[in-house]
């Protein structure tokens, strides 16, 4: 708990008691101990490297893991080194029981070696395997463990880098804005340093120059040095160093800010063209390595099996096991470069000290304060109306609750249909019947799963792009109002009475909560946490910090409307160029399904006919027509086996178009779920008619 909490929390209990940390204390007390250990063993060493470990102890730094180099070192190599033992009983016991199984008494050596060499070898066979198989597991675990945690600084500081990239051009505006507003840059520093509920990593690194010049006694430029020399952004330390050579000269600050506000704007902007190009690119290396490489090694396993050499594993390690597993890595991978790691807004902080049920019950518990009991009843009787009123809010809020109804109910359904023998999951019977036992066992159960979750996503991505569409145009509307001198809570009610949709309601409710004697910050801060939407949240952030420090925001709103509305533009930008590599996904899926069709319908149909009996005409020379007089029996070709993963591949590849889809068009995997589940409707259609 925060010191603020706990201060309210001790009034009410009419004590100086705290939460208990017991379990937390332990921990932290265990991991201290683990520490210690490998310190005192290995510290010495480190300790007097510190030269050789300076750009390693920069990156721990970088990545706030709050540990020095010297125990961090230690601790890599004690956990290394447990980790290896464990691998060397490993392979010990992997050894005893190849032994004991006899695996061992049996083994020929065909190496070039002397009698003597190889009677040696043949005798103590099992003790040369276990000492290998020792080293290589220790080795192995040992070396995978140490190159975890040795790597870890650097990801970390790789994640926070990319963090602060993504939210730098947002925290110049909002600085801008302050300054404009009339605030020196020490105190614009604090609002962005106290705003980590927005603005996250840079808040961060803006608090670490406060720390700096509280704690340690530096200035200013001191401090703005430091900062610029240990963030892992490039782009940080370019805005630290251009902000300390504007202090450094006496320059204005406010053009300084602007200047570099619509410099990062214009960054996006061809951030957004090369992101909108890499993506052309990806999406073409998608079509051709998980759509048409599978379909060559399809087209191409069937024709060996009719000359006899086909190797089935290997096309059932790509249907089953491949091309799912790489299609969803393929969209991960495309989240990351659209996100550019930018983090989740928090929950915005509001001047009131608010607590949860689970709270006021351990308050009402530890006091013997009737109206603490009062308001726990109050507040479990608001929860249960809320619920009557509307049972999905929750879900709607977040979608992926779903899943705790939807994937038993799935799992019920798989169970059902397999237990009462309407269907069987056993490769025997899958091949007899591949279309009914997959519809039954696993389209099915994965469309029970899948439909109310995209159900629900589509409704909240729909209302959050319904907001953000009204969010710039809004945003003018009180710019315009507030230039006519009346104040932010008039120009609210003027907005929401003059306008319509859901900013215009939530406008409304926030000039009620106003009249009922909520402050104007707080009611627009309830306003953004009930919304949840990182671009509103950063608005409204920009305009109480501004409404806190200067009643006069018109320049405020004006900086804030052309922000949302630049983004805005650029939203649309990229869903319109992005929409193509959706439409390209779903016709490369398409033109797969038709080539798995003919496949089917033809290719192994005829073989099919041939496999029965039918016996190829033959001429007058004696000479049979057509295949059989190539030497191959069509009742060896598994048709059974091909039809089956003809119809999983369809589905499969089906399921992950879509989801990649989505991602591509929409920035969501989430997004892919419509497409995935029209498209496979469409290939069990297509299989079960056609």
């Known amino acids: 708990m925060s010191q603020k909490t706990g201060g309210v929390l001790g009034g009410i209990l009419g004590g100086d008691e705290e939460e208990s940390l017991d379990d937390e204390i332990a921990e932290e007390s265990t991991a201290s101990k683990v520490d210690q250990i490998a310190y005192n063993l290995f510290g010495s060493y480190f300790e007097d490297k510190q030269e050789t470990y300076a750009g390693y102890r920069k990156k721990i730094n970088q990545a706030r893991m709050e540990v020095g180099y010297d125990m961090y070192l230690s601790r890599i190599t004690l956990y290394s080194i447990i980790t290896g033992l464990v691998g060397a009983f490993i392979g010990l016991g992997i050894t005893m029981v190849l032994a004991t199984l006899g695996l061992f008494d049996e083994i020929s050596l065909t190496l070039n070696m002397p009698p003597a060499a190889a009677a040696f070898v043949r005798e103590y066979a099992v003790f040369i395997a276990g000492f290998f198989l020792v080293v290589i597991l220790a080795a192995v675990l040992g070396g995978i463990a140490g190159g975890i945690l040795y790597y870890l600084p650097s990801f970390y500081a790789g994640e926070r880098q990319r963090k602060i990239d993504a939210t730098l051009p947002y925290t110049v505006t909002f600085m801008y804005a302050l300054s404009r507003g009339g605030m020196n840059i020490l105190e614009v520093m604090e609002k962005v340093a106290n705003a980590d509920d927005v603005y996250g990593e840079v808040a961060n690194e803006f608090d670490m120059i406060l720390r700096d010049m509280d704690y340690f006694g530096n200035d200013l430029r001191i401090a703005l040095r430091n900062a610029s020399d240990m963030t892992p952004s490039e782009n940080l330390s370019d805005f630290l160093d251009d902000l300390l050579s504007v202090i450094d000269s006496g320059g204005e600050m406010t053009p300084f800010l602007l200047n570099k506000s619509q410099q990062y704007h214009e960054i996006r902007k061809q951030d957004q063209k090369g992101f909108l190009d890499t993506l052309a690119l990806m999406s073409e290396s998608y079509v051709t390595a998980f759509v048409a490489a599978p379909l060559f090694i399809i087209i191409i396993t069937t024709i060996m099996s009719v000359m006899g050499g086909a190797n089935m594993m290997q096309l059932y390690a790509i249907i089953y096991l491949v091309l799912p597993i790489a299609s969803l890595g393929f969209a991960f991978v495309i989240d990351i470069i659209a996100t550019g790691g930018a983090e989740a807004t928090k929950q915005l902080e509001t001047e009131r000290d608010e607590f949860t049920v689970e709270e006021l019950e351990k308050f009402a518990d530890e006091s013997d304060d009737e109206r603490i009991e009062d308001l726990v009843q109050a507040r479990k009787m608001q929860g249960v109306k809320d619920f009557i009123r509307d049972p999905l809010a929750d879900i709607k809020e977040n979608p992926l609750w779903s899943l705790g109804f939807t994937v038993p109910v799935a799992l019920i359904v798989f169970l059902g249909f397999w237990l009462s023998g309407a269907a069987s999951p ?265």
């Not at 959706?582 to 003919?598: D, E, G, K, R, W």
């Not at 319908?601 to 099919?608: G, H, V």
């Open 426 to 690: 056993f490769p025997d019977d899958m091949k007899a019947n591949p279309i009914w036992n997959t519809i039954a066992l696993f389209v099915i159960p994965l469309f029970i799963v899948t439909v109310p979750l995209s159900i629900f996503h589509e409704l909240k991505s729909r209302r959050e792009s319904k907001i953000i569409r009204e969010l710039p145009e809004t945003l003018k509307k009180l710019e315009s109002a507030n230039e006519t001198g009346m104040t932010l809570n008039e120009s609210l009610l003027l907005v929401s009475e003059t306008s319509s949709g859901i900013l215009s309601q939530e406008l409304k409710k926030v000039h009620n909560e106003i009249q009922w004697d909520t402050s104007l910050n707080d009611a627009l801060i309830g306003f953004a946490n009930r919304m949840k939407i990182p671009r509103l949240s950063r608005t409204i952030k920009l305009i109480t910090k501004a409404n806190e420090s200067s009643g006069n925001i018109q320049g405020v709103l004006q900086v804030a409307a052309r922000d949302v509305d630049t983004a805005y533009k650029l939203d649309r930008e990229r869903f319109q160029n992005m929409i193509i590599y959706t439409v390209i996904i779903i016709i490369s899926f398409l033109v797969f399904l038709f080539v798995i069709v003919i496949l089917d319908n033809q290719f192994l149909s005829e073989m099919a006919a041939a496999g029965e009996g039918d016996q190829p005409d033959v001429d007058a020379g004696g000479a049979a027509e057509g295949g059989a007089a190539g030497g191959f029996d069509a009742s060896d070709v598994p048709i059974d086996t091909y039809r089956m993963i003809f119809f999983h591949a369809g589905i499969i590849q089906a399921f992950c178009s879509g989801l990649v889809a989505g991602q591509m068009g929409e920035n969501h995997i989430l997004s892919g779920l419509k497409y995935g589940i029209v498209m496979t409707m469409i290939a069990v259609v297509v299989f079960m008619f056609i």
